[in-house]
């Protein structure tokens, strides 16, 4: 089993400590590999930032992510950016006020948070990151909740815990919710295409 | 030119920032290339964090450290576990506080700051990270003081931008006084053995 995921945002958003986070929980508190990597280079100029985690249940041998199944994207340009890479069957998930789709891929599931809107609510803008990872976690279904939890806490310093486990709660708690309606409805396509309106 | 970097510590003091800086800095504002990666694995748990910096003049095919040419240690365990790998001739960087320097390996250069002391004296612990980034830059002259700066500014979120660069300021004008002591002194072996008592 080997998800790949691209992170991207602009410089200032923590996307790179939402991505070790990720991996931390993959790996430390869920007992498989993961490896993260952010390759500087001349595309990077001009303020954005995009981190790769690669999870598995095996030793990753090449951790440069090509083609992700999960994008996550936090600015309009990664998402113009990074959105043509996703795998057929992939998942996007997008800060929903700061990210307009447009020609949504087909086969690709899109799940929009208002994720700065959250963290604002927490009087702390900055926790936007670890507000995604939360909504994150929840829609991909793909980690524990607890392991990811875990994973916050031991990522950022003792006095910006707590404010950082209820970002992580109210965008895991927003993405459960979301999903909930989805299943109410009972097309998922529909009200996906509802909520990125 | 390439070179290998590690910076480990443990989770929570923004290893993962230091290092994100330090390639962004050779990046972004200077032109060059790096690659920033985190393996997360049976061997990082139990809070110890460490991040992989590799600076090159070329694109980097090959992201992961072996022998590192520097090694930032901001934890006694850090050092235990990666001094031995330190590369015959490198650098050694501690935060002189956290870390007991013991069987000095021959042919390593060693350079002690009191980062956390520094962080102290600008009121928020936390910027300990910035502050060893700061006397890194000083003591290796690996990189533009400049590029780091600006490194260090596009990295953390727009609030706190003024307090990462008075640390990273105070850590490189401790690096810079400290190689000035040392040239007066002649003889660098011996001010450095005085400097990590």
């Known amino acids: 089993m080997l998800s790949e ?81 996703l795998k057929p069957g992939g998942i996007l998930i997008a800060e929903q006020e700061l990210v307009h789709i447009e020609h949504m891929p087909t086969g690709i599931r899109f799940y929009g948070v208002p994720a700065t809107r959250l963290a604002e609510q927490l009087g702390r803008k900055m926790v936007l990151n670890i507000v995604m990872v939360g909504f994150f976690g929840a829609v991909t279904n793909l980690l524990d909740r607890e392991a990811l939890r875990r994973a916050v806490a031991d990522s950022v310093p003792p006095a910006f815990q707590e404010l950082n486990l209820r970002a992580f709660d109210k965008g895991f708690d927003y993405g459960s919710q979301l999903l909930l309606k989805l299943a109410e409805n009972g097309d998922g396509e529909e009200a996906l295409s509802l909520e990125s309106a």
Not at 24 to 30: C, L
Not at 55 to 81: G, N
Request: hydrophobic share 45%; no cysteine; net charge neutral.
């Open 5 to 85: 995921i691209r992170i991207a945002g602009f410089g200032g958003q923590g996307v790179i400590l939402a991505a070790a986070v990720v991996g931390k929980a993959a790996a430390i508190f869920q007992g498989g590999y993961a490896t993260m990597t952010q390759a500087f280079g001349p595309e990077a100029r001009g303020g954005s930032s995009s981190a790769q985690v690669i999870l598995s249940s095996e030793p990753i041998l090449y951790p440069y992510v090509t083609q992700p199944d999960i994008l996550v994207v936090m600015s309009q340009e990664a998402y113009t950016r990074f959105a043509p890479q």
